[in-house]
């Protein structure tokens, strides 16, 4: 099992930025695809950026492709999602999320097998 804890979130005004960091630890961290999500109140958790094992593979989601950056450094064990250019509707708890499964570079959330709790992202216009 990967522990991940998420860190960054905070308040942020629109056309600003953060960056959000993800710490793990546990098992080899280096082998896994990990990924970013985030879930708004009253809505579904939704997929945001992936990246493979070495930062060679990375995908996002439409809504956020050209401000959003996804980033790994191995040797620290952390992932990061540098955001910038942010909107009000990318308000929400955004998580981070480890994929065991060797090779995978999955969007979908129901791949991923172990969780962060999540940090607050708040956006305001």
């Known amino acids: 099992q990967v522990q991940l804890v998420e860190t960054g979130g905070g308040l942020a005004q629109a056309g600003g930025s953060l960056r959000l960091s993800c710490a793990a630890s546990g098992r080899a961290f280096s082998r896994f695809s990990m990924g970013w999500f985030r879930q708004a109140p009253g809505k579904d958790r939704e997929f945001v950026a992936v990246i493979n094992w070495n930062g060679g593979v990375t995908y996002y989601a439409d809504s956020v492709k050209g401000r959003f950056t996804i980033s790994r450094d191995n040797a620290k064990n952390t992932v990061y999602l540098q955001m910038s250019t942010l909107k009000p509707e990318d308000s929400a708890v955004y998580y981070c999320?480890?994929?065991?499964?060797?090779?995978?570079?999955?969007?979908?959330?129901?791949?991923?097998?172990?969780w962060g709790q999540g940090t607050q992202v708040t956006v305001s216009s």
């Open positions: 999320a480890a994929d065991t499964r060797w090779g995978r570079v999955s969007t979908r959330a129901y791949e991923y097998e172990d």
